[in-house]
């Protein structure tokens, strides 16, 4: 058997670790660039891309937990307003985002605001739970709650966005979960433990390292690194993708758009790519199945 690499890759990436008495899994990550660049491609700055950016690292945190191998969709939507806020996580780290905003007003996560999860299941199906945002306002209070009252999966996590002079410098965060057929005991120890890691701007501030927030998480423990992979921005949108959504609609409309002659002219809202449709690839709609 071929044995992982689990040589730190450049760039940003999640750490998987174990402890050697079977009772915790930690998952650590830097998604510095990755919300970097997702935020510049929907233009937020401010309040707004710190919740975008920390809605990402949560949802990447949890896809490595819940489904490593399988698509994730993480949801905010404020109460009140039609502002949205879209987390996409693939397997192999293919990150992108989207914000929806129509109220003028920076994107914060309050109580009351609602997360949803939705992530595929190996059978093709779709789990999917919604929970408010708590009290304690932020993503990382309510993925908390997502964990507790939807998955009812006892973990402990935080994520952070910070900034410099208007701009993200660092991203990341980290998510512990107690195993399966562990007693409680374990899990109030280390709950007590991690309340010195609630807020983790100061690891970012130094020049934000995976490893050495792992390190400080289970300090003093034995650990075993199980794997690594790398995260990154990346859309995958295409012609087929976007004709296969052009299907849903309305035949007489598909007719209309062949019959005015022109390419329709689309563009991606995750990414921002234009594509251009000519009006012959419409004519495979029109055939039935």
Request: aromatic letters at 6%; hydrophobic letters at 35%.
């Amino acid at each position: 058997m071929t044995e992982p690499n689990l040589e730190s890759p450049s760039g940003d990436y999640t750490r998987r670790a174990i402890t050697d008495d079977g009772a915790f899994r930690a998952i650590v990550i830097r998604s510095t660039e990755t919300v970097r660049e997702i935020c510049k491609r929907q233009k937020v700055t401010g309040e707004t891309a710190r919740t975008l950016s920390d809605l990402i690292t949560a949802t990447v945190l949890f896809r490595e937990t819940m489904s490593p191998g399988l698509r994730v969709q993480g949801i905010f939507r404020k109460t009140g307003v039609k502002d949205t806020l879209i987390a996409d996580s693939s397997p192999g780290g293919l990150t992108r985002g989207l914000a929806q905003l129509r109220s003028g007003h920076p994107v914060t996560a309050e109580a009351g605001d609602h997360l949803q999860m939705m992530r595929t299941l190996q059978n093709g199906s779709v789990n999917q739970g919604i929970v408010e945002v708590p009290e304690k306002a932020g993503i990382t209070t309510g993925m908390m709650a997502y964990m507790r009252e939807s998955e009812q999966v006892d973990t402990m996590l935080a994520v952070a966005t910070i900034f410099e002079d208007g701009e993200i410098k660092e991203a990341g965060g980290y998510l512990v979960q107690l195993l399966p057929e562990v007693g409680k005991g374990p899990l109030a120890v280390m709950a007590a433990r991690l309340e010195d890691f609630e807020d983790i701007s100061r690891f970012l501030e130094a020049g934000f390292s995976p490893d050495v927030l792992l390190e400080e998480l289970l300090y003093g423990m034995n650990y075993t690194l199980t794997d690594v992979s790398s995260v990154n921005f990346e859309c995958w949108c295409s012609e087929s993708r976007l004709l296969g959504a052009l299907a849903t609609i309305d035949r007489g409309e598909i007719r209309a758009m062949i019959e005015e002659g022109k390419p329709l002219e689309i563009d991606c809202d995750y990414c921002g790519k234009e594509y251009r449709i000519q009006p012959n690839a419409l004519l495979g709609l029109l055939q039935e199945s």
